[in-house]
């Protein structure tokens, strides 16, 4: 199986990461839907799509989940599993909350996380679960690269050991 390409944008909080995704998504080869980590959407029953819909009833949206669903992975956004903090073991949770340090604190995170009662089969399915999305993402779209603007580099750690995926890192630096 060919990786998914995906670019991913990392950096701070008000960068202008929105606005670059919004820019590569004009590009005809490029599929950019914000955010893959689907964290902040809020009650996703009063979420509405860019499109004014609300996100549950959205026929793109609609479609991306029968997509993922297809794949094999149970994807509904009240609990997408695709954030690898989002629905693990309160210590794992806990493990993930510090921001990446370098390597020699991510070899102790990666030890610590290894402890972790069920990190193993979490992330594998977080894992599934960002692949089955992104592919499903192309298939809707009939777009080849797929962004992620998430920023969190501790979500790209994991994202960069996903061999489901082709990454190439964007790092956006917001010199105020």
């Given at each position: 199986?060919?990786?998914?390409?995906?670019?991913?944008?990392?950096?701070?909080?008000?960068?202008?990461?929105?606005?670059l995704a919004?820019?590569?998504?004009?590009?005809?080869?490029?599929?950019?839907?914000?955010?893959?980590?689907?964290?902040?959407?809020?009650?996703?029953?009063?979420?509405?799509?860019?499109?004014?819909?609300?996100?549950?009833?959205?026929?793109f949206?609609?479609?991306?989940?029968?997509?993922?669903?297809?794949?094999?992975?149970?994807?509904?956004?009240?609990?997408?599993?695709?954030?690898?903090?989002?629905?693990?073991?309160?210590?794992?949770?806990?493990?993930?909350?510090?921001?990446?340090?370098?390597?020699?604190?991510?070899?102790?995170?990666?030890?610590?996380?290894?402890?972790?009662p069920?990190?193993?089969?979490?992330l594998?399915?977080?894992?599934?679960?960002?692949?089955?999305?992104?592919?499903?993402?192309?298939?809707?779209?009939?777009?080849?690269?797929?962004?992620?603007?998430?920023?969190?580099?501790?979500?790209?750690?994991?994202?960069?050991?996903?061999?489901?995926?082709?990454?190439?890192?964007?790092?956006?630096?917001?010199?105020?």
């Open positions: 199986m060919t990786p998914t390409p995906l670019v991913y944008l990392l950096a701070a909080s008000h960068s202008g990461s929105t606005l919004m820019l590569l998504g004009t590009h005809p080869d490029i599929c950019a839907i914000g955010e893959l980590k689907l964290t902040s959407l809020g009650d996703v029953r009063r979420y509405r799509c860019s499109c004014g819909a609300p996100l549950l009833e959205c026929g949206w609609t479609d991306v989940t029968r997509r993922t669903r297809a794949q094999g992975v149970q994807f509904d956004f009240s609990r997408s599993f695709t954030d690898y903090a989002a629905g693990a073991h309160p210590v794992a949770r806990r493990l993930l909350g510090p921001l990446h340090r370098g390597p020699a604190l991510e070899r102790v995170r990666d030890a610590a996380l290894a402890l972790a069920g990190w193993r089969g979490h594998a399915r977080v894992q599934r679960t960002n692949a089955a999305l992104a592919a499903a993402l192309q298939a809707a779209t009939g777009r080849r690269i797929v962004v992620d603007s998430s920023k969190i580099g501790i979500r790209l750690k994991y994202l960069l050991r996903n061999p489901s995926f082709d990454v190439k890192v964007v790092r956006l630096i917001r010199d105020g």
